[in-house]
């Protein structure tokens, strides 16, 4: 039977978190998206699951518990926005480097600094390139509705442990605070001890038993040979993810003369620009990136043979657009369109935006 | 009398605990931390703890602990390996869970998570080594470094006025209800090598019996840090951490 209820897309991560059988979420409130922590204390999932939820004394402290419990083989995560994902940038790179599944939702708002509590997708740099000291990369997954809030938590947790790396959810504040209809899926299990042990005994630390070595969670070498060995085992998971977890969606794209490349919020307003550029006989399609790293340079690059122009709409100063322009590669032209500091752009001043750089003049 | 007629089993007064790798620690001579490390070990074998416990170890000298104590291990980055317990434990609660700090690790860069860890009352053992300076990194000023103490960032002695003073925190974690186990212990003498073990069995004791945060603070020696031979260190120790650094319980319910 479906469970279809109506929810914030904050409400809908912590509703998703306890389904999927997540074992541990480790928070600190910050606005717009507190409403994850305080759903997860409403809803008591320790006594029902058994899923451990704690409010830290900063983000800080949050990441680093999940650090340990990640280290366990634990499917643990957390949530923040902005300014708190900033400070757990130290504790991703060290979660990236210890090869440690977790997963951490970013809930955008404008910045930078204290900046403002209004939504914006201002953080793509910090979430796809990396965020803090060294060569290492999220798995980034942007939704673009409720229901793929509630969806992308499991997904990432499975990315997360397929590739012993930490996963991303960036949102946005407009997703977090939106009503929508959601499916929820049914209650899984937790994992047991016994599973757990049997599925990542190789490096979760479990307790050392008699028929193992001790098992070791660290990011420090100080060999360099090793180290730079390491990171050429960190690149090669990262290109084979570029070669098997690219995810997007294409709307109107097969006779588009026109593309807007998009994600999360702004591709929700794009889908209407679609429309209301159709309506006026202008052939636009919209692409928009589920998984921001890996990104879908491929498509975008076929996409760029058909068309005469592409938009990289963002809630920013811009910044998709360089992996939309590195995607092109020069062969049509990319223009950035976009608002920041908390304002949201209309369908109608995309669409402005999309003639006054390619069918005006 | 042949020397294998005396190596025999029922002759033998002491010998290293199994818990204790055989790898060649890289600590200088003179160092409190291979006597600590070897007091942990002994008493995770005494206590039949090998298998449930998990360590997790700092940035500073002891970064490389795993590396000498055969349990499962997490290396924490500076100053969060009371987080790191936290989430390891409260996900874990039947596994045994120790952090192992030096001075800047838990009472400067990480004293928001020491204190917020001892005050959620996590059933913990915070093992802390004070020699008051910064051994790997060359001999700066630490938070525990006392007042006209020279180290390479207050090259003329610490002057309280300008570079601050040096913080008791363990006497700062005994205030908050979470605590249940507060001591200062030193390893200058086998006596004190002998009560530090004791204090440290308590700990992990009171952990098993899930009596919340047991803190065990070691006064210790940086004999390189300090410039002294590792016996002038200890002499110094003695003259001049203990009456700042008072050995003993603080508290204990």
Same mark, same amino acid.
């Given at each position: 039977?479906?469970?279809?209820?109506?929810?914030?897309?904050?409400?809908?991560?912590?509703?998703?978190?306890?389904?999927? #059988?997540?074992? $541990?979420?480790?928070?600190?409130?910050? &606005?717009?998206? %507190?409403?994850?922590?305080?759903? +997860? =204390?409403? !809803?008591?999932?320790?006594?029902?699951?058994?899923?451990?939820?704690?409010?830290?004394?900063?983000?800080?402290?949050?990441?680093?518990?999940?650090? #340990?419990?990640? $280290?366990?083989?634990?499917?643990?995560? &957390?949530?923040? %926005?902005?300014?708190?994902?900033? +400070? =757990?940038? !130290?504790?991703?790179?060290?979660?990236?480097?210890?090869?440690?599944?977790?997963?951490?939702?970013?809930?955008?708002?404008?910045?930078?600094?204290l900046g403002t509590i209004q939504p914006a997708q201002s953080d793509y740099f910090q979430a796809v390139k990396g965020g803090g000291h060294g060569d290492y990369k999220l798995i980034t997954l942007a939704p673009a509705s409720v229901q793929e809030m509630a969806d992308f938590v499991e997904l990432a947790f499975d990315l997360a442990f397929k590739y012993r790396n930490p996963a991303m959810i960036l949102s946005d504040g407009v997703i977090g605070q939106m009503m929508e209809k959601v499916e929820l899926k049914p209650q899984k299990p937790r994992m047991t001890e016994e599973e757990i042990i049997e599925k990542y005994g190789d490096w979760a630390t479990t307790?050392?038993?008699?028929?193992?070595?001790?098992?070791?969670?660290?990011?420090?070498?100080?060999?360099?040979?090793?180290?730079?060995?390491?990171?050429?085992?960190?690149?090669?998971?990262?290109?084979?993810?570029?070669?098997?977890?690219?995810?997007?969606?294409?709307?109107?794209?097969?006779?588009?003369?026109?593309?807007?490349?998009?994600?999360?919020?702004?591709?929700?307003?794009?889908?209407?620009?679609?429309?209301?550029?159709?309506?006026?006989?202008?052939?636009?399609?919209?692409?928009?990136?589920?998984?921001?790293?890996?990104?879908?340079?491929?498509?975008?690059?076929?996409?760029?043979?058909?068309?005469?122009?592409?938009?990289?709409?963002?809630?920013?100063?811009?910044?998709?657009?360089?992996?939309?322009?590195?995607?092109?590669?020069?062969?049509?032209?990319?223009?950035?369109?976009?608002?920041?500091?908390?304002?949201?752009?209309?369908?109608?001043?995309?669409?402005?935006?999309?003639?006054?750089?390619?069918?005006?003049? | 009398?042949?020397?294998?007629?005396?190596?025999?089993?029922?002759?033998?007064?002491?010998?290293?605990?199994?818990?204790?790798?055989?790898?060649?620690?890289?600590?200088?001579?003179?160092?409190?931390?291979?006597?600590?490390?070897?007091?942990?070990?002994?008493?995770?074998?005494?206590?039949?703890?090998?298998?449930?416990?998990?360590?997790?170890?700092?940035?500073?000298?002891?970064?490389?602990?795993?590396?000498?104590?055969?349990?499962?291990?997490?290396?924490?980055?500076?100053?969060?390996?009371?987080?790191?317990?936290?989430?390891?434990?409260?996900?874990?609660?039947?596994?045994?869970?120790?952090?192992?700090?030096?001075?800047?690790?838990?009472?400067?860069?990480?004293?928001?998570?020491?204190?917020?860890?001892?005050?959620?009352?996590?059933?913990?053992?915070?093992?802390?080594?004070?020699?008051?300076?910064?051994?790997?990194?060359?001999?700066?000023?630490?938070?525990?470094?006392?007042?006209?103490?020279?180290?390479?960032?207050?090259?003329?002695?610490?002057?309280?006025?300008?570079?601050?003073?040096?913080?008791?925190?363990?006497?700062?974690?005994?205030?908050?209800?979470?605590?249940?186990?507060?001591?200062?212990?030193?390893?200058?003498?086998?006596?004190?090598?002998?009560?530090?073990?004791?204090?440290?069995?308590?700990?992990?004791?009171?952990?098993?019996?899930?009596?919340?945060?047991?803190?065990?603070?070691?006064?210790?020696?940086?004999?390189?840090?300090?410039?002294?031979?590792?016996?002038?260190?200890?002499?110094?120790?003695?003259?001049?951490?203990?009456?700042?650094?008072?050995?003993?319980?603080?508290?204990?319910?």
């Amino acid at each position: 039977m479906r469970e279809l209820k109506l929810m914030k897309g904050n409400e809908a991560i912590a509703e998703a978190a306890i389904r999927c #059988g997540t074992d $541990g979420y480790f928070g600190y409130p910050i &606005t717009p998206q %507190s409403e994850v922590m305080e759903t +997860l =204390m409403a !809803e008591q999932p320790w006594k029902t699951t058994g899923m451990v939820v704690l409010q830290a004394e900063s983000e800080i402290a949050s990441i680093n518990m999940v650090y #340990g419990g990640a $280290g366990c083989g634990k499917k643990v995560m &957390t949530s923040s %926005s902005s300014p708190g994902i900033s +400070l =757990m940038q !130290e504790g991703l790179t060290y979660i990236a480097g210890a090869e440690l599944p977790c997963v951490v939702v970013n809930v955008v708002r404008g910045g930078p600094g204290l900046g403002t509590i209004q939504p914006a997708q201002s953080d793509y740099f910090q979430a796809v390139k990396g965020g803090g000291h060294g060569d290492y990369k999220l798995i980034t997954l942007a939704p673009a509705s409720v229901q793929e809030m509630a969806d992308f938590v499991e997904l990432a947790f499975d990315l997360a442990f397929k590739y012993r790396n930490p996963a991303m959810i960036l949102s946005d504040g407009v997703i977090g605070q939106m009503m929508e209809k959601v499916e929820l899926k049914p209650q899984k299990p937790r994992m047991t001890e016994e599973e757990i042990i049997e599925k990542y005994g190789d490096w979760a630390t479990t307790g050392k038993t008699r028929n193992r070595n001790r098992n070791i969670i660290t990011s420090v070498e100080l060999s360099s040979e090793n180290m730079e060995n390491f990171n050429h085992k960190l690149q090669a998971k990262y290109k084979k993810m570029q070669e098997e977890e690219v995810r997007y969606e294409s709307i109107n794209c097969d006779d588009a003369e026109y593309l807007l490349v998009a994600y999360g919020s702004s591709a929700r307003i794009c889908q209407k620009t679609v429309e209301l550029a159709r309506a006026q006989g202008i052939k636009v399609g919209l692409l928009r990136p589920i998984t921001l790293f890996p990104f879908p340079e491929k498509p975008i690059h076929e996409l760029a043979k058909q068309t005469k122009g592409i938009l990289s709409v963002e809630m920013s100063a811009g910044q998709m657009v360089e992996d939309v322009k590195l995607s092109v590669n020069g062969i049509t032209p990319v223009e950035h369109y976009g608002r920041f500091g908390g304002i949201i752009p209309s369908p109608a001043e995309v669409l402005e935006a999309l003639k006054s750089n390619f069918l005006e003049g | 009398m042949d020397i294998k007629e005396i190596i025999k089993e029922e002759n033998i007064v002491y010998k290293k605990t199994s818990v204790l790798t055989d790898k060649v620690m890289h600590y200088c001579p003179g160092c409190t931390h291979g006597v600590v490390h070897k007091l942990v070990a002994e008493v995770i074998e005494e206590m039949g703890l090998q298998e449930k416990t998990i360590g997790v170890s700092p940035v500073g000298c002891s970064v490389f602990l795993y590396d000498y104590i055969d349990i499962d291990w997490q290396e924490a980055a500076h100053g969060r390996a009371p987080a790191l317990a936290t989430g390891i434990k409260r996900l874990m609660p039947d596994k045994v869970v120790f952090t192992y700090q030096g001075d800047g690790d838990l009472a400067a860069i990480g004293t928001a998570e020491t204190i917020h860890a001892c005050n959620r009352d996590e059933n913990i053992v915070v093992i802390f080594i004070n020699n008051g300076i910064y051994g790997m990194t060359g001999g700066q000023m630490a938070p525990t470094t006392l007042p006209g103490m020279k180290a390479s960032t207050c090259p003329f002695g610490r002057e309280p006025g300008q570079d601050g003073h040096p913080l008791k925190i363990t006497e700062i974690v005994a205030q908050l209800p979470g605590t249940t186990f507060v001591t200062r212990q030193a390893c200058h003498t086998p006596a004190a090598v002998r009560k530090t073990k004791k204090v440290l069995k308590k700990a992990f004791e009171n952990q098993i019996n899930k009596r919340g945060t047991s803190f065990v603070e070691v006064v210790a020696t940086c004999n390189s840090g300090w410039k002294m031979s590792p016996v002038k260190a200890n002499e110094w120790m003695e003259e001049n951490m203990f009456p700042f650094y008072p050995l003993g319980d603080i508290k204990d319910i």
